[in-house]
């Protein structure tokens, strides 16, 4: 700025060192505010610009270079800048707010609301970087003859049956679990659940009271039918230095080996008696 108001023949070249002295002293106004946590960008950016014209205002004086163009230069100048730049803070905000909106979007199922396999991936990504986390809990999740449920009563039925599950999932493992357990809606009827800072144990025992209130409430469905759904579970603790993606992968392998025999039951590493209890085929067949 000083260099265009010396070719402008408003600023003599004999006042350079005036000009060094502007620049520090602005320059180290601008690292102080950047290190000012208590305000925000916005209000710190605006610091910046009245600070600017300050500077310029008293090394005017210093020089005793005060005229009407400099003045205005120093003044009016920076008020419209100021009305501009306020303008595209305003827009690189609103932008920012919108690519967080997309963000999240794309980070949840359209039907369920659950959070889908994007977001698991990240979520394992996070856990793995963090060496502070050692107790990680995950589990594969399958709702029983789901494709049963779709045949006798109807897709639209169906639908209502993944959403329901999801509801009473999402708010079981976020209460008992807040910020440390998440519900991810893996593909098709199968979901995952992760859960971090908990023992396997307290996961288990919580899934148990999630399998009672699905034996002992039924859906009713818009058509006004009342369904009872059960769900297949494997849970599995994260060993010492294992991958998360082979701790998935193991408690995916669990999980067919409880629907190959028989369904309706959860199992972990330390859990492996399968419950007597009526199946859901039955329970479908005497509903219909």
Known sequence: MNVVEYLMGILPL????????????????????TRWCKISKRISYFYAIASLGIVELVSLAI???FSPVSIAAATLGLFVIAIFEDQRFYS???????????????????????????ALSQEINRLANNNEIHNIVIGALDIDH?????????????NEVLKYFSTVFREQIHSAFPK???????????FTIVVSKHSLEEVYQLLQSIEKLFNNKSIVTKEGMKLIIS????????????????????ADKMLYSVKNNGRGWIVTDQHHQRPQKPSLERKINNNY
């Open 14 to 33: 004999k006042d350079w060192w005036y000009w060094i002295v502007e620049s520090i002293v602005f320059t180290t106004i601008c690292l102080a505010l």
């Open 63 to 65: 020089t005793r270079s």
């Open 92 to 118: 690189e905000k609103k932008n920012e707010q919108k690519i967080k909106l997309l963000e999240k979007e794309s980070e949840r199922d359209y039907l369920t609301g659950l959070l889908n396999y994007r």
């Open 146 to 158: 789901f494709k049963k449920i779709n045949d006798t009563y109807g897709h639209f039925v169906g």
């Open 180 to 190: 440390h357990g998440y519900v991810y809606r893996f593909g098709g009827e199968e």
């Open 231 to 250: 769900f297949s579970c494997s849970l599995t603790d994260r060993l010492n230095d294992e991958l998360l993606d082979t701790t998935l992968k193991r």
